[in-house]
């Protein structure tokens, strides 16, 4: 399979291109800075140099064309401010959605957050966050033409992944390692089973392959 990953020098980008790589994928991650190509080429994926603040929807087209996949995993970072809120997690995972229908590419994967609500109340910097991420899953929902998935993990940890999950539409509130995030998404890549689903993920009993599996066949 060939699968490109925008926000390709994120934490969990870079799990995922090492897990992908490691099965022989061919990768591809979208990056805004030349100079973090290196730490993609050390994960065994092309690194693949666009600004999707300003790029159009046709030039992420274009270097997602051939894809067997697209995983939108960027983020503006807590260290953001409100403005990118707008930019890189709505406009930026709206504008990669639209370009990965205008490419033909048959399946998408969303990562969002636990909580994104269009409708979320709120002026902290946090509550235009979640309300970022639900207009772009709000979008994403209405796509025509390509099978995509939502992830929502819970409170993301640093800790040695444990490929034990909790996998549902609701799982209430917990947190999960970018480790095992990435595993849940290396499996998502693999099948549209799970296709029209907004799923949450905390960390939990269930091997992820299973975890993936069963959620698929509910």
Known sequence: ???????????????LERLLAGRGDEVAG?????EQADALRAAGAEPVVLDMESASVEEVAERLRGADAAVFAAGAGPGSGTARKDTVDRGAAVLFADAAVAAGVPR?????????DADHAGDEVFDIYLRAKGE???????????????LRPGALTDDAGTGLVRLEAHTGRGPVSRDDVAAVLAELVDSSATAGLTLELIGGTTPVSVAVKSVAGN
């Not at 772009?136 to 939502?150: F, Q």
């Open 1 to 15: 399979m060939r699968i490109v990953i925008a926000g390709g020098h994120g934490q969990i980008a870079l799990r």
């Open 30 to 34: 979208i990056i805004r800075k030349a």
């Open 108 to 116: 998408l994967v969303i990562v969002s957050s636990m909580g994104a």
């Open 136 to 150: 772009a899953d709000a979008h994403v929902r209405g796509l025509r033409g390509v099978d995509w998935t939502i």
